[in-house]
């Protein structure tokens, strides 16, 4: 049975055995109080799920005396950006993004448009467990609000300015785009035209049914791949449900893994500005601190987590964050993932650098990762990340976030799951045969250890 998960990414879990209604008006109950009655934004994606979710949680937030500016359908980006551009208390999103079919979630968002950091959720989550709400008189509760007109334009306008749209209109790139029959869908013709671009849409379709594993990785890029060469495109880009994912296909049929495509944006965006500044978490790639250290610039890592990253890149006032899972956030822009932002700063780098996307990929330093999940007690997870320790004494140790050991030829990487009883493990390598060889041999120490 699927356990509920609460953390800065708000509550989410399986639809029904999990995730109920009454969970959810509970939450939003929660958030109208916290808020103090104030404004909020309102949106949700395509799946099935998502307008019973998306009307529970309006109804809670009224009855709490906040106004409600109903978005409807709107990906996580534009998310991000309506919150601030609208002046409200707060945000609503409702979407599962990667997460597989018969999932949902109800995701708060600061006034900032970013997500609670640890110490506002812990408030929020004080409310939301003594389910002593905000609850008004049948004359003092919230109305919807209607939202302002060119939202979305206002979104595309902020996310153009950051870009050389001129450039990618000149390269006369033809781009396969598959969305996931998400939220992005709505706004692909729009971000088309504004950079010149002809993009060819796949699961585009508004049907709430996820057509694929919704989170980008080879596996999930098997259409894009199968449609790339006969449609003689540039570039193909898999997308997560709400657009804050993304994982790439290559001119060459190269289905790219999710962990390069900060890592491809991160060699634009510091291309000819040493100095600059890039935050990414613990277990992301060691292409990406290459990638840095070529542009003379600083990486600094922080938690697993998109609150953390975000939080880290405005304290240092970094140029770029992201992380493994195919995402990234830029400076300037919005406190969260864009991943229509990271289309356009790929197409950006073939148009400047007058290279495909083949090319790009290729002047990339490769590693092979592995990725694996050991099952455990909560309580025990920590003591066996504890007996680990000293398991091998002649790496480098940071406990940060779990425990990372690093070695001149690769890294390995710990962390008790703050969701699900799990120890989470990820090795990369120079080569794959090694980075398959340290799994086994870690996994075997957990599993004794666990015994």
Not at 90 to 117: C, D, Q, R, V
Not at 145 to 156: C, F, I, K, N, Q
Not at 249 to 258: D, N, P, R, Y
């Amino acid at each position: 049975m699927q356990s509920l998960r609460i953390g800065t990414a708000g509550l989410r879990g399986q639809v029904a055995s999990a995730l109920t209604p009454p969970l959810a008006m509970d939450f939003a109950a929660a958030l109208g109080t916290y808020l103090d009655g104030g404004a909020v934004v309102v949106g949700h994606d395509t799946r099935v799920s998502s307008c019973m979710f998306h009307n529970a949680a309006i109804s809670a937030l009224l009855s709490c005396g906040c106004d409600v500016l109903d978005m409807g359908v709107i990906s996580a980006p534009e998310m991000h950006f309506a919150v601030p551009h609208l002046q409200a208390a707060g945000g609503l999103l409702i979407g599962a993004g990667h997460h597989p079919k018969g999932w949902n979630a109800l995701i708060p968002l600061t006034a900032s448009g970013a997500f609670f950091t640890n110490i506002r959720l812990q408030e929020l989550l004080d409310i939301y467990h003594s389910r002593r709400y905000g609850l008004q008189r049948w004359d003092r509760v919230g109305k919807e609000r209607p939202v302002p007109p060119r939202v979305r334009e206002a979104y595309l306008d902020r996310l153009c300015a950051q870009l050389d749209v001129d450039a990618i209109a000149g390269g006369g790139f033809n781009v396969v785009a598959d969305f996931c029959n998400g939220s992005g869908s709505l706004v692909a013709d729009q971000f088309a035209s504004r950079l010149g671009i002809r993009l060819i849409a796949i699961n585009c379709e508004l049907s709430g049914i996820l057509p694929h594993d919704p989170e980008p990785r080879p596996r999930s890029a098997m259409q894009v791949h199968s449609v790339l060469k006969p449609l003689k495109a540039d570039i193909g880009f898999v997308f997560n449900s709400d657009m804050s994912r993304a994982s790439i296909v290559t001119s060459a049929g190269e289905t790219l893994s999710e962990e390069y495509t900060v890592a491809l944006v991160a060699d634009q965006i510091l291309a000819g500005k040493p100095g600059r500044k890039v935050v990414t978490n613990w277990c992301t790639t060691r292409t990406l601190d290459e990638v840095v250290v070529r542009h003379q610039g600083e990486l600094f890592k922080t938690k697993v987590g998109e609150a953390f990253i975000i939080d880290r890149m405005f304290e240092l006032g970094a140029a770029l964050a992201g992380d493994g899972s195919g995402s990234a956030a830029f400076a300037g822009h919005i406190p969260g993932y864009d991943n229509f932002m990271v289309m356009g700063a790929v197409l950006e780098a073939m148009a400047r650098k007058r290279a495909s996307s083949a090319e790009l990929a290729a002047a990339l330093p490769r590693y092979h990762i592995v990725k694996r999940s050991i099952r455990t007690s909560s309580s025990h997870a920590y003591t066996m990340l504890h007996k680990l320790r000293s398991q091998f004494p002649d790496a480098l140790v940071n406990e940060e976030d779990g425990l990372r050991f690093d070695w001149p030829d690769g890294w390995i990487h710990l962390r008790a799951s703050m969701t699900e009883p799990l120890v989470r493990m990820v090795v990369e390598w120079n080569s794959k045969e090694q980075a398959e060889d340290r799994a086994l041999l870690v996994r075997g120490l957990l599993e004794r250890l666990v015994g």
